[in-house]
């Protein structure tokens, strides 16, 4: 079994940008609302139509993880794609990695937010579930639905396990955290 140390790096959209997207306010904005408000538009395109989806909003809070943190799998939606919206200015963590039928393990990351981005996983993009750093986190969360098309139905996750295979502990920071 081969072994793998993940350690975060910062959230940078050039570093995340073959996995997805970084949301923040760090983008292009105009003022709007009589200058009552600013709007950061077109983060993200959420790729949801697929067999007639639409678009869904959900709210999830999270439980707090505990460090070093066992990824044991990784999932993936492969007919959408889907944000995490963090709803408090607390860091949280993506692990992302490419590859079609199993995760590509060499293009394995971790990201840390800085507490003000969201994440927008790209359809397909393999990723281990919400990593809270705080107990009842709350995220809004954007991916497809089906419509009442009974037709439409899909394949929402693939789950792959990787106890038999590698074991990667993800560290806050240094191993000692």
């Not at 889907?82 to 963590?93: D, V």
């Not at 919400?130 to 139905?153: C, G, H, P, W, Y």
């Amino acid at each position: 079994m081969k072994n793998i140390e993940l350690i975060p790096q910062n959230l940078i959209i050039e570093d995340f940008a073959l996995y997805g997207d970084v949301l923040s306010t760090n983008s292009e904005m105009k003022i709007i609302n009589n200058g009552f408000a600013q709007k950061h538009f077109n983060l993200c395109g959420v790729d949801s139509t697929y067999e007639d989806g639409l678009s869904a909003i959900h709210i999830y809070i999270a439980k707090k993880r505990v460090f070093p943190l066992l990824i044991n799998m990784l999932e993936k939606h492969p007919f959408f794609s889907q944000a995490f919206i963090p709803r408090s200015t607390t860091p949280f963590l993506a692990v992302v990695a490419l590859g079609e039928d199993e995760p590509d393990l060499n293009t394995l990351k971790a990201f840390i937010t800085d507490g003000n981005q969201g994440v927008h996983y790209k359809r397909g993009v393999w990723h281990f579930p919400l990593i809270s750093l705080e107990e009842n986190e709350q995220f809004i969360v954007i991916d497809r639905m089906n419509s009442a098309n009974t037709k439409n139905k899909i394949e929402e996750c693939i789950e792959y396990s990787l106890d038999e295979k590698v074991k990667i502990n993800l560290y806050l920071g240094a191993q000692n955290d």
